[in-house]
């Protein structure tokens, strides 16, 4: 039975995938994909590869990437009061940090809250923390930390999804698992379709920390076409509208140098067809996404990006619209049956 997206997101946000430890995220992906195909997990990459039933040698090949990595910390030192000292892994927005809870992945799952100093004590308000200042506070003494945590260990920000009004939902690592929730929906659509291309899923790695596993997973797969779906900025209280898109207003159709123009206007001309909500994203040279490591490829594949409209990115309490990846698993489910 075919879940909505909310029931998805609830599935693959809550999952641990800080860069470099994709594992827990990228194989609730495969589960929830596992009727539709075949999956792996690579223990050398940390990215996951999805094939859809039907994988024919002969036939060309459409690959789908989304991110499953998130941003959180790594554990760097542990002082003789037994905090934590962590840093940044990806770019995490310092303004959100004080007093979140975080659970640190050493031997055991350990709660911790990132420190803050009371407003009545501090001399200047309203800072947001440096780098170098982040530490976690586990309750514990040094002894007690060091049996359960070792240096280098992950931690992540705790926050559960939650429903909004209308269709939006909030929660962590929406970037970019409503890309990977997109992508289930669409391989759902597709489902019982006998198509003339192969459709090959890359849930890559390492996206927050340079588009790491999409460089190495595109080259494994050696696609014909790729699209690229990963999260983008949606408007909110004093942000230029000429920058970002809106929320429920459809995907954002991606236009660059870096891409190509034959699918951005194929994807384009489909939305009109097909009365498919849509919007533009005009970039003026590289994208920031995994788009640009996968259009390189090998010899060269034909890449587009097709973004979720997303506010409060880089957050715990990242905001997008339901519709909006419902739609553009109905764009990019409809190119690919159209494909020959």
Same mark, same amino acid.
């Given at each position: 039975?075919?879940?909505?997206?909310?029931?998805?997101?609830?599935?693959?946000? &809550?999952?641990?995938?800080?860069?470099?430890?994709?594992?827990?995220?990228?194989?609730? %992906?495969? *589960?929830?994909?596992? &009727?539709? =195909?075949?999956?792996?997990?690579?223990?050398?990459?940390?990215?996951?590869?999805?094939?859809?039933?039907?994988?024919?040698?002969?036939?060309?090949?459409?690959?789908?990437?989304?991110?499953?990595?998130?941003?959180g910390?790594?554990?760097? @030192?542990?002082?003789?009061?037994?905090?934590?000292?962590?840093?940044?892994?990806g770019?995490?927005?310092?303004?959100? /940090?004080?007093?979140?809870?975080?659970?640190?992945?050493?031997?055991?799952?350990?709660?911790?809250v990132?420190?803050?100093? #009371?407003?009545? /004590?501090e001399?200047?308000? =309203?800072?947001?923390?440096?780098? %170098?200042?982040?530490?976690?506070?586990?309750?514990?003494?040094k002894?007690? $930390?060091?049996?359960?945590?070792?240096?280098?260990?992950?931690?992540?920000?705790?926050?559960?999804?939650?429903?909004?009004?209308?269709?939006?939902?909030?929660?962590?690592?929406?970037?970019?698992?409503?890309?990977?929730?997109?992508?289930?929906?669409?391989?759902?659509? /597709?489902?019982?379709?006998?198509? *003339?291309?192969?459709?090959?899923?890359?849930?890559?790695?390492?996206?927050e920390i340079?588009?790491?596993?999409?460089?190495?997973?595109?080259?494994?797969?050696? %696609?014909?076409?790729?699209? $690229?779906?990963?999260?983008?900025?949606?408007?909110?209280i004093?942000?230029?509208k000429?920058?970002?898109?809106?929320?429920?207003m459809?995907a954002?159709?991606?236009? *660059? #140098?870096?891409l190509?123009?034959?699918?951005?206007?194929?994807?384009?001309?489909?939305?009109?067809?097909?009365?498919?909500p @849509?919007?533009?994203?005009?970039?003026?040279?590289?994208? =920031?996404?995994?788009?640009d490591?996968? %259009?390189?490829?090998?010899?060269?594949?034909?890449?587009?990006?097709?973004?979720v409209?997303?506010?409060?990115?880089?957050? &715990?309490?990242?905001?997008?619209d339901?519709?909006?990846t419902?739609?553009?698993?109905?764009?990019?489910?409809?190119?690919?049956?159209? /494909?020959?």
């Amino acid at each position: 039975m075919k879940m909505d997206g909310f029931e998805i997101i609830k599935k693959l946000s &809550p999952a641990f995938g800080v860069s470099g430890e994709e594992r827990y995220a990228a194989e609730a %992906a495969l *589960s929830l994909l596992s &009727p539709y =195909g075949t999956g792996k997990f690579d223990e050398r990459t940390g990215n996951a590869f999805f094939r859809r039933k039907g994988f024919d040698k002969s036939k060309k090949t459409i690959l789908l990437d989304a991110h499953t990595d998130e941003i959180g910390f790594v554990i760097t @030192y542990i002082t003789d009061d037994g905090f934590l000292k962590a840093a940044p892994v990806g770019g995490i927005d310092r303004r959100m /940090l004080l007093a979140s809870e975080v659970t640190v992945f050493g031997r055991e799952k350990v709660k911790g809250v990132i420190t803050s100093t #009371p407003p009545h /004590l501090e001399k200047e308000h =309203g800072n947001a923390p440096e780098t %170098a200042d982040i530490f976690i506070d586990t309750g514990m003494t040094k002894e007690q $930390a060091e049996k359960l945590i070792t240096l280098g260990d992950k931690a992540a920000v705790i926050n559960e999804p939650v429903r909004l009004l209308g269709n939006r939902i909030s929660g962590k690592a929406l970037d970019d698992r409503c890309g990977v929730m997109t992508l289930i929906r669409c391989i759902e659509m /597709l489902d019982g379709y006998d198509l *003339s291309v192969n459709v090959v899923l890359l849930l890559s790695s390492k996206e927050e920390i340079g588009e790491i596993g999409a460089k190495v997973g595109a080259f494994d797969i050696d %696609a014909d076409w790729a699209i $690229a779906v990963d999260v983008s900025f949606a408007d909110t209280i004093g942000e230029n509208k000429e920058e970002c898109g809106e929320l429920g207003m459809g995907a954002m159709i991606g236009i *660059s #140098p870096s891409l190509s123009r034959e699918m951005s206007q194929a994807l384009i001309s489909l939305a009109k067809e097909k009365g498919i909500p @849509y919007q533009y994203e005009v970039m003026g040279g590289k994208t =920031g996404t995994n788009a640009d490591m996968i %259009a390189v490829s090998k010899g060269g594949i034909k890449t587009v990006t097709v973004s979720v409209p997303e506010r409060y990115m880089h957050t &715990p309490a990242e905001v997008i619209d339901l519709n909006d990846t419902e739609n553009t698993a109905v764009l990019i489910s409809e190119y690919i049956k159209g /494909l020959e």
